[in-house]
């Protein structure tokens, strides 16, 4: 279901009334979980399953986790294993379950029909790793338990097909007589092989929240259905943000206190996300889409107008769908965390990365960046570098399983690793124009974009070298597009200047909330789909 | 982010530490009371006042453009603008609309002429519509039809199939899928998704919305505003003529009329021939029994509003092309005719049957040519049944 459609408002209609109402029971976190799981399974039911895969899997590995001691600690594996003699009676279930459903798993594979095979073998490998962590019994092993099982799905339904294809073209350059099978033959019961919208998210959230328990950042959550609501919350189960266990899972504590100011607020976040998706992010489309279906037809100007549009697309795209999302939470009460904060303003790669998509940079930072230059620290500023450039390769992998998108990673990473020391000298701080500086990172940023725009690695290249080469003919962009984006980046502009105040008069705020509902009205292009589903 | 134990933590973050947003579009509850007041008037003052402002001639033959065919906030102001209780609304689809001929050919325009009066048969036909849209249009936009003598044409054209009559389960894309019942009855081969049925049916509700449309309809060549502005000569590399128009010098605030000399309609057009002329044989049909059609119930339905509406409803039946059809399609259409005429019959539905024309003058299967509207239009006048009608008080 997506925000910006007449079903999703009959389903706040029934949702808001019945979660209010049921606000003093202890029912209200049970109709979350149903409303989330009808938003989820509105586009296709069978994936819910993989979010209760997810839920249930992390819930008792955190919960497995925390049985075990805080110090590491030799054990009888032989005995464990031969004798069932363990020292905590749950490990022993865990373990007497799991290797039961590794048998009866493996039997299945072996002896009931071929098109589950496949999947009887996953889920056996999935069921062995958790007869290890309850043989081992050890935090760390059930850390890594708990990362690897969750990915798991994530790496199917995003990566094989990516990894069979291109271990397949080198097996064939080798002429290895080998060639391995297209993922969605592995589909059971025939199912299509789709990639689950918001796996990405979710997988994130809930690997924030094992390794957050693990390193003592979090509480371990006893509620099956606190922790279900962190997962599924709708608002964020489709694009996020990727919200922390320390910051979400609290607010499912008790029912908030829902003021007539979280109506207002939300409603306000909702109108300017729906806005900048029905009619900025739209129309900026119907230029990008054309431009870079083929750009060997378009000239320099078009090309590099086309890059700068989609800068603005994907940001009022995902910006606006954020907006909603955090206006739905707002309304019911919660309070989700800021993504974008004016990126195009960043004054360095740095900055932007503060700015853009906040919630995911603030991961990667501290459970990608965070833990490899501690690894590192002891090659200094190569290994801070070197840690960037990881970093921001699992950042681009993330966003596709595409070369494209590794090359975009790997341009910000590489970009932050040449500037992180310039962005903190006294110089560039003080010296360097503002207006210089966010140019710069502009340019940058939106060189980088076209990597991950492009249909494929020679869409990309190739319009890179054209930008360069191609002649200088009419880039046919509409005047109203460009008006449309030199008045949000003014507005922009003044929120981060002296006159910031201006845009808070009530003369403003009234006039560009009218003007926003009329051009709903007056100028949505139709719907259309968000475009970070696909991540 | 600490390690309290679960009772010590706040229910909710404090607000402190999340920002509003990166905007400062952030209303207060008067705020949104002004901006509701405000949008709510433009919405609701705009259609009457645009009405109003906007030139719309309809003289003798008018009728709705075939690039306004989907302009429904129009098709509404022009039955505001013809109804009156000495006119007589001809309502139907392509047949009443002259799908082959130029207004100056239509069934209408012979009506007109043989009672002497330029402009008491009008012309409400739209091209392109069926019984399941008709009955959308004239129960969503056709309000003003009260009190009225109305002829309501029945083309039989629509239950030669299951795919004409869309009952058939496999997605069919058809014309003016926003009039037709968007979740009850269901239509089998509709296969839109909740989104654009809803859609559908707040456009039907909200005159604001049907006026954008109108907009779009007579002003940006049926296209959004912004993507007017993206419009494509085609060309490749493709330019864009309307990027540097100002789309707001576009509305000239008059509707657009039908052109003169339209190269596809009336006698000098080459499709206005008989339609044994491209080598047509007879045809057999896959006829729809009347008790499962849904394009008959919704015509029953349709019969109902009108009359509900206080309308004084006259159907005429055909005449379909009888002679393009195999000899076995011919006994059954004639049965199914039969059982229209004593529905109507039974419901005191005043109805005609015309003659069937000479084979010449029908350019497909419904459609008459030009000389065939002239001689139904005498032969309906002639009818007594007919003048009856037209003289009952």
């Not at chain 1, 009334?17 to 799981?37: D, E, H, N």
């Not at chain 1, 799991?98 to 048998?103: E, Q």
């Not at chain 1, 701080?429 to 492009?454: D, G, L, N, S």
């Not at chain 2, 509305?251 to 491209?278: E, N, Q, Y």
């Amino acid at each position: 279901m997506l925000f910006n459609t007449w079903p999703f408002l009959l389903f706040l209609l029934v949702v808001l009334p019945v979660l209010f109402a049921l606000g003093k029971t202890r029912l209200w976190p049970l109709w979350m979980i149903v409303a989330s799981y009808c938003f989820y399974g509105w586009w296709n039911p069978y994936y819910l399953g993989l979010v209760l895969y997810t839920t249930t899997l992390v819930f008792l590995v955190v919960a497995l986790m925390e049985r075990c001691p805080e110090e590491r600690q030799k054990a009888d594996v032989l005995a464990r294993l031969t004798r069932l003699r363990f020292d905590d009676g749950v490990a022993k279930a865990a373990f007497v379950a799991s290797a039961a459903a590794v048998l009866g798993l493996a039997a299945v594979a072996l002896a009931g029909p071929a098109t589950l095979r496949p999947t009887m073998v996953a889920l056996g490998v999935i069921a062995l790793l958790m007869a290890v962590g309850a043989l081992f019994s050890s935090r760390g092993i059930w850390l890594a338990v708990g990362i690897v099982n969750t990915l798991a799905p994530l790496l199917f339904f995003k990566y094989a097909r990516f990894t069979v294809e291109n271990l397949n073209a080198v097996l064939s350059g080798f002429h290895v007589p080998v060639k391995l099978a297209e993922p969605s033959t592995l589909m059971p019961f025939g199912f299509a092989y789709l990639l689950p919208i918001g796996i990405s998210f979710f997988t994130f959230q809930s690997l924030s929240y094992i390794i957050d328990v693990y390193l003592g950042k979090a509480e371990r959550e006893r509620s099956f259905l606190r922790f279900a609501n962190f997962v599924c919350f709708f608002p964020i189960l489709m694009s996020g943000p990727i919200e922390r266990a320390g910051h979400l899972l609290p607010q499912f504590r008790q029912f908030p206190a829902v003021r007539l100011q979280n109506f207002t607020d939300g409603a306000s976040l909702f109108l300017a996300g729906l806005f900048k998706k029905l009619v900025l992010a739209n129309y900026l489309a119907l230029y990008v889409d054309r431009v870079y279906e083929s750009p060997q037809s378009f000239g320099a100007p078009a090309l590099m107008l086309a890059t700068i549009a989609f800068a603005w697309q994907l940001y009022f795209d995902f910006g606006g769908y954020t907006d909603m999302a955090r206006g739905v939470a707002k309304i019911m009460g919660f309070d989700l965390v800021l993504n974008f904060n004016h990126p195009y303003l960043a004054t360095g790669i740095g900055d932007f990365w503060r700015r853009w998509h906040i919630s995911f940079s603030r991961w990667i930072l501290d459970y990608i960046f965070m833990p490899l230059q501690m690894q590192w620290r002891e090659w200094r500023a190569f290994g801070t570098a070197a840690a960037l450039v990881v970093t921001f390769l699992v950042s681009g992998i993330w966003h596709g399983a595409a070369w494209t998108f590794v090359i975009w990673g790997a341009l910000h990473g590489v970009g932050l690793a040449l500037t992180f020391e310039l962005e903190r000298s006294a110089f560039y701080r003080k010296r360097v124009p503002k207006a210089v500086k966010q140019v710069c990172v502009f340019a940058f940023v939106c060189f980088t974009w076209i990597f991950f725009r492009a249909n494929s690695l020679p869409d990309a290249l190739l319009i890179v070298r054209r930008i360069f080469t191609a002649a200088w003919d009419g880039p046919q962009i509409p005047g109203l597009m460009l008006a449309a984006v030199a008045l949000v980046w003014l507005y922009h502009v003044l929120c981060e200047s002296k006159l910031r105040g201006v845009l808070q008069t009530r003369f403003v705020r009234v006039g560009l909330a009218v003007l926003m509902m009329l051009g709903l009205f007056l100028c949505s292009s139709g719907g259309g789909t968000f475009i970070y589903f696909q991540f | 982010m600490g390690t309290e134990s679960p009772t010590s933590k706040p229910a909710a973050a404090p607000e402190a530490e999340v920002p509003f947003s990166s905007n400062e579009v952030r209303l207060d509850v008067r705020q949104w009371f002004l901006t509701l007041v405000v949008v709510t008037l433009v919405m609701l003052l705009t259609p009457p006042l645009w009405e109003r402002i906007e030139r719309f001639h309809t003289g003798p033959d008018y009728r709705i453009p075939y690039s306004l065919s989907k302009d429904y906030w129009l098709y509404a102001r022009h039955l505001r603008q013809v109804c009156d209780p000495n006119r007589v609304i001809v309502l139907g689809d392509s047949v009443i609309w002259g799908e082959y001929v130029l207004p100056d050919g239509t069934l209408s325009h012979f009506l007109n002429r043989e009672a002497g009066e330029p402009n008491r048969f009008i012309n409400a036909g739209v091209n392109g519509l069926f019984p399941l849209a008709l009955e959308g249009l004239i129960e969503h936009y056709g309000r003003s039809l009260r009190h009225q003598r109305v002829i309501l044409h029945w083309n039989a054209l629509w239950v030669t199939s299951p795919k004409t009559d869309l009952s058939v389960d496999e997605e069919e894309s058809f014309n003016h899928s926003r009039l037709v019942p968007q979740f009850s009855p269901r239509i089998p081969c509709y296969k839109a998704d909740a989104n654009e049925r809803l859609s559908a049916l707040v456009e039907r509700q909200v005159s604001f919305v049907a006026w954008v449309s109108h907009l779009q309809n007579a002003y940006f060549g049926q296209k959004g505003i912004l993507n007017w502005t993206m419009e494509s000569d085609g060309g490749n590399p493709p330019r864009c003529p309307n990027v540097w128009r100002n789309p707001l010098a576009q509305i000239t605030l008059t509707v657009p009329s039908a052109a003169r000399d339209d190269a596809k309609r009336g006698p000098k057009s080459p499709r206005h021939k008989p339609w044994f002329a491209g080598g047509a044989g007879k045809t057999r049909f896959d006829w729809v029994a009347l008790d499962s059609s849904l394009q008959w119930r919704a015509f029953q339905r349709l019969v109902g509003i009108l009359r509900d509406r206080g309308n004084d409803v006259m159907v005429v039946l055909g005449p379909f092309n009888e002679h393009l059809m195999a000899e076995e399609s011919l006994r059954t259409y004639r049965k199914l005719r039969d059982e229209i005429s004593a529905w109507l019959s039974r419901n005191q539905i005043p109805h005609l049957a015309p003659e069937l024309l000479p084979s010449v003058l029908y350019a497909d299967a419904s459609h008459p040519l030009t000389e065939g509207y002239e001689l139904l239009a005498k032969r309906i006048c002639a009818m007594g049944d007919f003048q009856k009608w037209l003289r009952r008080q």
